[in-house]
Nanobody, 119 residues
Framework: QVQLVESGGGLVQAGGSLRLSCTASSSNYAMGWFRQAPGEEREFVIA????????EYADSVKGRFTVSRDNAKNTVYLQMNSLKPEDSAVYYCAAGVHLTTMIWKYDYWGQGTQVTVSS
């Protein structure tokens, strides 16, 4: 069992930045970030391999979001720049065996953190 705890969400104006963190009880997993807006399905945002050498990005966040990890701290970071109101959602981190964009392949999930972008 892997425990995941997200932090760093909040309210920001459009064009601003936020950095989310996800601290895990183990670093031996690929890590993904997903988001879910009210009334919408949870969607893939970004993911990083356990080594940090490979990443995957949703088209909607390319050029604006980046992901990194510090395995010594068991922490993954989601840097979000040039935020838009449509980025508002609950953001979840997840751990899985392989780097993938597919939500059903992630085995462990955090509780989520709210990101709200005002226009």
């Amino acid at each position: 069992q892997v425990q995941l705890v997200e932090s760093g969400g909040g309210l920001v104006q459009a064009g601003g930045s936020l950095r989310l963190s996800c601290t895990a009880s183990s670093s031996n997993y690929a890590m993904g970030w997903f988001r879910q807006a009210p009334g919408e399905e949870r969607e893939f945002v970004i993911a990083i391999s356990w080594s940090g050498s490979s990443t995957e990005y949703a088209d909607s966040v390319k050029g604006r979001f980046t992901v990194s990890r510090d395995n010594a701290k068991n922490t993954v970071y989601l840097q979000m720049n040039s935020l838009k109101p449509e980025d508002s959602a609950v953001y979840y981190c997840a751990a899985g065996v392989h780097l993938t964009t597919m939500i059903w392949k992630y085995d462990y999930w955090g509780q989520g953190t709210q990101v709200t972008v005002s226009s």
